[in-house]
């Protein structure tokens, strides 16, 4: 194999372009989760009850399983045309450490699905009759629970992009893996929306899990890509 | 070098495909005699709780399926790195056979669990933290089960079964304390614990009885299923024509 030209870290910040200005191309990739994500969040108040004092109790819960769901939904693109097209093999040939280039692929799936949830949050809160003064924290959790959801995601995505079912297979590989996810994000949000001080708490733990996330995962999305890749 | 010899050899599925058959009665005999006494020493011989009255009973049942569930994932997932580092046919072939034990025996706990809340607690589920817990763990399960499905090549189902054991294994300390600090309502550990276990030998023996049956159990039925692996992944081997062509002349 020929030494490469470019540094790791080059070639990431390569993807991580050649990924945005592709999906800046095609408007509706970034804009269709968001659609879902409010959605799925109007389906509550329908199914439950107007009352605006369950729908405070329920907010936090609401935010955080739309935006699951809604990040479930985004996770199938993370690799797939690029299989199809045989951009992942190139990836894979380049000589560069697949690792780092998976991460970049990851960071830019988060900063077009994930970002724009952390946005559109704080709609859905006041919608469910949140406090304006925990807008904060609420996007704080979703931005460092999405960010771990797209890292774990992305093993799952590996995974199955070699197989013909794709799409529930994924949300049930990664469902049981990002429980934790959800309940430290809901929690936090739980609590900075009545209020209370000890939101830092589970705003930590989702941080610590960020960092472990992102210390592990993308050597096992590189793993499963090459098996899925054989 | 002299010291891997062995474990090459018993890793070459001829060989484990003999050896497995042979375990076979070394395992399940044990397992019958030990869980016959257990059960027979928790439903008769042991005294009825203070509190609980007959329905503790089902703890017999309960907590060894609770442990094997978890002893299961934990086979499961070294015997799936073994078999990604080594690249150990066998391996994966003792992680595939072994899913479908650990997941029975999560169900069963979830099963037996339930029963057991209806009188404890007055309700069939309650979310509490060991039970949401042993749910994700069958969950986890169902995943792994479905994405070896989802592959023809077997190769490829090892593999990428594989990663997602070891992603497993590191999250479940993880889901196990989150759901601890999310609700608690579960009993407090009783068997092992600082000061000894708060029950008296006579419920004790007959638990104990029990884990070691349902461990020797697992270890019966992982043979079993290890060499259906085995038959299936090897079914055009010259060895195993030859071995099934002796069998045949002999009978």
Request: proline share 6%.
């Amino acid at each position: 194999m020929n030494a490469p030209m470019t540094s790791p870290w080059a070639a990431a910040g390569l993807v991580l372009r050649r990924d945005l200005a592709l999906a800046f191309r095609r408007w509706e990739q970034v804009t269709h989760p968001v659609v879902f994500f409010l959605m799925v969040a109007t389906l509550f108040p329908l199914a439950l009850s107007p009352k605006p004092s369950l729908l405070a109790d329920i907010g936090a819960g609401v935010v955080w399983v739309s935006a699951l769901l809604s990040s479930m939904l985004a996770l199938e693109s993370l690799f797939r045309a690029d299989v199809e097209d045989g951009t992942l093999e190139q990836l894979t040939l380049s000589g560069q450490p697949l690792a780092i280039l998976v991460l970049a692929k990851t960071v830019a799936h988060w900063l077009l699905s994930g970002v724009p949830l952390v946005l559109a949050s704080p709609v859905v809160a006041t919608a469910f009759g949140a406090a304006g003064t925990a807008y904060g924290v609420l996007m704080g959790s979703i931005a460092l629970g999405t960010a771990v959801l797209s890292l774990i995601g992305s093993v799952g995505a590996a995974l199955t992009v070699g197989s013909r079912r794709g799409s529930v297979l994924l949300s049930l590989l990664v469902l049981p893996l990002v429980m934790p996810v959800l309940i430290f994000g809901a929690r936090a949000t739980d609590l900075a929306l009545h209020g209370d001080p000890s939101a830092a708490g589970p705003l930590w733990l989702l941080g610590s899990m960020l960092i472990l996330a992102l210390t592990l995962t993308p050597f096992a999305t590189a793993a499963a890509l090459r098996i899925s890749l054989e | 070098m002299g010291t891997w010899t062995w474990f090459h050899k018993l890793a070459s599925p001829p060989h484990f495909y003999r050896i497995a058959g042979k375990m076979i009665p070394w395992y399940a005999i044990p397992a019958v005699v030990l869980i016959v006494c257990g059960v027979y020493g928790g439903l008769v011989l042991a005294p009825a709780d203070y509190q609980q009255g007959d329905a503790f009973r089902i703890v017999y049942v309960h907590a060894p399926a609770a442990w094997l569930s978890l002893l299961c994932y934990t086979v499961m997932a070294t015997a799936a790195a073994v078999g990604l580092v080594w690249r150990i046919k066998l391996a994966h072939a003792l992680a595939a056979a072994t899913a479908p034990i650990g997941a029975s025996f999560a169900l069963l706990c979830l099963a037996t669990g339930s029963i057991w809340g209806r009188p404890m607690w007055g309700t069939w589920w309650t979310w509490d933290a060991r039970l949401t817990s042993q749910l994700i763990l069958l969950f986890l399960y169902l995943g792994y089960q479905a994405l070896r499905s989802a592959y023809d090549d077997i190769t490829k189902a090892d593999r990428a079964s594989a990663v997602l054991a070891v992603v497993g294994v590191v999250n479940v300390p993880i889901i196990h304390f989150s759901v601890t600090w999310w609700n608690s309502l579960h009993q407090g550990a009783t068997v092992i614990r600082a000061g000894g276990p708060a029950m008296p030998p006579s419920m004790l023996i007959p638990l104990i009885l029990c884990f070691f049956g349902f461990t020797f159990l697992y270890a019966a039925l992982a043979c079993v299923r290890v060499q259906a692996e085995v038959l299936r992944r090897e079914r055009n081997a010259h060895w195993l024509h030859d071995a099934m062509g002796a069998r045949g002349a002999k009978e």
